[in-house]
Structures are given as structure tokens and as C-alpha cells.
């Protein structure tokens, strides 16, 4: 276990759950002291560089019990160090604090986030679609959401060229 | 007596009344491919530059959870199209990580000259076109005389091309014959003319100077805040380089043969002279490799169920076949681990990482990619304040924007 890891635990008690899987050293926080915690380890570990964040639908995952995930992936630029931090959070109200004012490096990631699983960022400066058009409805990598859609692409309305 | 000055009319005009927009892209010739700029501005000056992106968009991420974990090599190809097989070589990494698989000496050597030779073709089109951009064309014909030299190394080796789809977990698609590795002997010192005439060219060419020099200035807190990658992180003093700090394939051998090129300038400049330098290194690294390759098998042990066995095996032996079949069925292909994994690669644009979540089937619950070029495309309203129009091309080339894998 990292010794960052070992310290959120002293620090937030047993609500941390670490765990390593390969050389992937791994948090899980939950959602209300995941800023905190990030807050902490980007001051005091040095861990500078949010280097990924992914979400994760766990709709019908062997044994999961929360539904959305967000995996923040840190780097210590200095000694290369890597932690990933996982927080959990549900529906109907999947919302997180933003770590925009931690990484500015959030800003388009958290947007892909909330585009792609609708998982919103309190906080977040200008929480828009990113990848789909404004006027998209659905996430569309919820697992919910089927492979070929909901027939947006066949329903598109055909302009004649006296219209346009 | 002076009359009383009468009250002046109050001025109802405010700062946005003297700016107007400007629609830059989505189909451009200076974006290369397909992306949107919204600029704001004042006379020619850039107030503000607002990215729309999304036009590619393709939902590469989503096929992903559909395709198995060899299918999906055909996907990632696609992303960064310049250098496809530097992103297989990543997304395998993440594989081979997750299934705790160790590969061939052998596929370790193909894989990182292969992954060399990515890099320099990226890196010769990120140098070709920005100087095309900027008016210099006979640099990039040079780049581009050269990148023919990859395509057909590649093509030797795997039958294709431009979207080789040539790793598989485990090992490759199929040995190399000697043929390649001649052709990549014939390579080095032929490309080292070539990068000797691009920097010739372009070094101290007053015109490409002019253009690139102090625009774009990134600060190495910036880079490391907005969680910069690559060479452009490199460019402004962010000395990491994976292949370095977490050396994987066949790095750990080959430490004493290259260096890590950085620089402190932060501008375009530097970036421009980040990647001529690495390629000159990725240069040593190959030369390097291909007199070491070792021999044996390119894959791993069949018996180890993870390998797609070779044709012969497959059509002549009932192990073979059964072999075959498992992995290709539907309902069989690999026993993953219920986990998950990061796994990233120091490609040509940065760190490119997949993070690969594995629900014990053959094909992956989750596969996110860390796509470089989307970082740092965001970075682009910050570049461009206070800079003129003309420098959006001298921007969007040293920072080698790839749309496919900006949108994925």
C-alpha cells in the first residue's frame, strides 16, 4: 500500500477503502469527503498532476452496489508516483464536487463525464456537453443507453434543398 | 463667458460592440481535420478563442465495451491516426496488464521499434505540417518522403498500411521476416539525412522563426496543472517521460541509448524543437533494437490459452483448432480478472492511457481512454489570448491536435 493511501486512511479512518491491483494503488473515498481527500493529497503528497479522470457505469457489474463511478488518476510529476482515487455516487442525483479550483485540468474531462454518464460537477465553471451537440438527450455511455441508440441518427430530419 | 458645456451623451457602446466572431472550421485547411474554433476579436487580435468539438465524435469508448479485447485493436487504431500502432501497442499494454501476462522478449524489441517508428511518423507530421501551415513546403515534402519509409517498414511487417491492427494480446498478429528488419537497418541512416535537412531547413529559417517564437507560452506550473503530457509538457520544462520513469516493453534494456529531450521555453519553438530532438533519440533507440532483437517466439505459449494460435496449428492440430475456436467464440474468449486497471504508454502526443475495467468476460465493462490530444486541446483558449489571428496555425500545429482522438 502507498504511503499515500495509508495516510488518507489515518486521517479520514476507516470510510477509505485501499486496495492494489497490479501496480495500481487505489482509494475508494466516498463522495462527500472526495474533495477533501483530493484536497489533501495534492498539498500535502505532492501528487500535482490529475493526469485521467474516468467515469464508470456499474449498472449490472458483477457484485457492485453503486451504480456510477469516477476514477481520479494522480501523478507526483516530481518522484512519479501514481494513487487513483474512486468515489461512488448514485442516481438520482449523481453529483460530485468539482475539483476544477484543485486541476484546471478538469475542466474538459469533468464536462466528458457529465456528457457521457451525467454525473454533474458542483462548482464546475461551465458544465456543458462537450462531445454530443446541446441538444442531445440521454448519457450515452450509461449502460442503459443502447449500442446503436435511440434511432437519432435515422430520425434525423431531411432538409429538401428549397428549405435550406 | 464660455457656455456651459452640455451634458456628453453617455456612451451607450460597450467593448463587445467593437469585437466580432469568426468561425474558424470545422472544415479548414489549417485544422487538417475536423475542428471548430469560435474567436472572438478584436481587429485581428484574438480576445477570446472557444473550442467546439464533437464533430468526430464516434463513440469509440462505447464499441469498445462491445468489441472483445483483440477487436477493439482495430477501434484504437483509428484514434490517433498518425501513429496507429503506438495506440495498440498502449491499449495491449493495458490488456497484458490486466490478464498479469508477461510477453515475448521478442514481441518486446517488435513492439517498441514499432512504437518508435509511430512516434517519429507523428512526430514528422506534426513538424511537416506546421511548417506547411507557415508557409514552409519543402520541409514538409521532406517529412513526408520519410513517413512513405515507415508506411512501407509497417506494411512489411503486417500487410497494412495505415490501420495495421497488427498486436494481439499476447504477442503480434505474425512474426517478422528478415525483410523488415533489413528495411528498418536501410531506414536509420536514411532517415538521419532527411531529419538532417528538415532541421537544416527549418532551424534558422528566419520566416518559421518569426512565427513560432514566443507565441503560445505555456508555464511549466500550467503544463503541470492542466495535466499536460508529451512533448509539449516536456517543451515547457515537465521533464517526464514514461518511457524513463515507469519503462516498460523493452525500455529497460535500452536506457543507456537515448535520453529525454526537454526545454524551458514553453512557446511553439520549443515544442518544434522537443520533437525534432526526440525523434533524432527514438533514431538511437531503433538502431539500438533492431541489432537485439532475440529470437523465439513471438507469442506467448498457446498453452497458455491466451494466444491466438498460428494457422498451421489451426488448421492441422485439434488443439490448435479447439484453441482457435475459444477464443473466437462468443461465449468463451479470455477469463479476465473482476478488476480493473491504468495502463499508459509514452506515445508521440503523451501519455496515452486506457483504463480498462474487466468483468471476467472477454470483453472489457469499460474501456476510458486518456486521450492526450483532448488535454491539450483545451489548453487553446489559454494559448491564444492576446495573439493574433495568424497565429492560430503556428498553435494548432505544435500542439498536433489528432480530432479523431480529440473526439473519439
Redesign the interface.
Known sequence: MSSAVKNLQTIFGDVIVASE????KRATVPADKVHEALTYLKEQCGF?????L????YLG???ATDRYAV?Y?LTN?AT?D?V?VKTFVNDPDPELPTVYDL???????ER?VFD?YGVRFAGHPDLR?????EAFEGH??RKDYP?RGYGERHNLPVITRAES | MPLDLLDPPADTSTDSEYLYTLNFGPQHPATHTTLRLILTLDGETIVKAQPDIGYLHSGFEKLGEDLDYNQYVTVVDRMNYISPLANEIAWMTAVEKLLGLEITPRCKYLRTILAELARISDHLLAVGASALDLGGLTAFLYAFNEREGIYDIIESASGQRFHPSYVRVGGMMNDITDDVVDKVRAFVPKFQKAHADIARLLNRNKIFLDRIQGVGVLSREEAINRSVTGPVARASGVVRDLRKDEPYLAYPDLQDSFKVVASKGGDCLARYLVRMGEMAESMKIIAAAVENIPSGPVNVDVEGKISIPDKTATYRSIEGLIQHFELFMWNRRWETPVNEVYGANETANGELGFYVVADGSGKPWRARTRPPSFIHFSLFPMLMEGHQISDVPAVLGSLNIIAAELDR
Open positions: 491491483f497490479r501496480d495500481n500535482d498532476m490529475l493526469c485521467d474516468a467515469g464508470i457505469d457489474y458483477p457484485d476514477v488518476s510529476t512519479g501514481r487513483f486541476w484546471k485540468g478538469a475542466d474538459w474531462m466528458e457521457l456537453r462537450i462531445l454530443m451537440p450515452p455511455l449500442l
